[in-house]
Each structure stands twice: as C-alpha cells, then as structure tokens.
C-alpha cells in the first residue's frame, strides 16, 4: 500500500523559514518523479515543484522559484521542500505526490494527507 505522509508544517511570520517532509513507502522509488502542491481555500491545487526520480531534474512554479528549494533522500524514501522568504499568500495546505513529472494534479497518482502552513504579515 502506498503511503506519503507530509510534516513540518506550521505558523510562521512572513519572511520566515519552514522545510516540509513527506516521508513516502509501499511502491518502487525509482522512476517516480515526486512534487509539491498546495491549495488555499477557494482556490484550485496549484503545482509548486517536482523532481525526478534521481534528483538530477527540478521544476518550478514562477511563484515560488527562488524562495523554495525541492529535495529528495532515496535511501530515507523522503522528499523535502525548503521554503524561504515566506508570505503571507503562501498560507496553504502542502501535499506531496507521486507520478509523472508535470504540473497537472491529474498525473499524480498517490497524495499524502496535506501539512497546513500559515504565514502571518
């Protein structure tokens, strides 16, 4: 069974620091590329980043590149995501996924449950 579980979420002040973890088992680590989601309320999910499954390629978003920093561990099965220079329009619900290298919620297949983050002005 597969399962991803996000963590590190939290409240933070803007212009503060927090790193996400999604601790991921149950399928074949290679060759699944991983990314970060977020949805605000009333808002649609919105793709921030993903890896692939090397690490060797990063992607993303304009409204975070240069603030977040996607990661991955292979042998901890962890994928992280730093995020720096926070604001208050980041304040989300942070999901990892796993599936296909792209933007579009549909190409993920596995989610985990969301860690929420709050950044205060």
């Known amino acids: 069974q597969v399962q991803l579980v996000e963590s590190g979420g939290g409240s933070v002040q803007a212009g503060g620091s927090l790193r996400l973890s999604c601790a991921h088992s149950g399928y074949t680590n290679a060759g699944s590329c991983m990314g970060w989601f977020r949805q605000a309320p009333g808002k649609e999910r919105e793709g921030l980043a993903h890896?692939?499954?090397?690490?060797?390629?990063?992607y993303y978003a304009d409204s975070v590149k240069g603030r977040f920093t996607v990661s991955r561990d292979n042998a901890e099965n962890t994928l992280y995501l730093q995020m720096n220079s926070l604001k208050p329009e980041d304040t989300a619900m942070y999901y990892c996924a796993a599936g296909r290298c792209t933007f579009n919620v549909r190409d993920y297949a596995y989610w985990g449950q969301g860690t929420q983050v709050t950044v205060s002005s």
């Open positions: 890896i692939s499954s090397t690490g060797s390629r990063v």
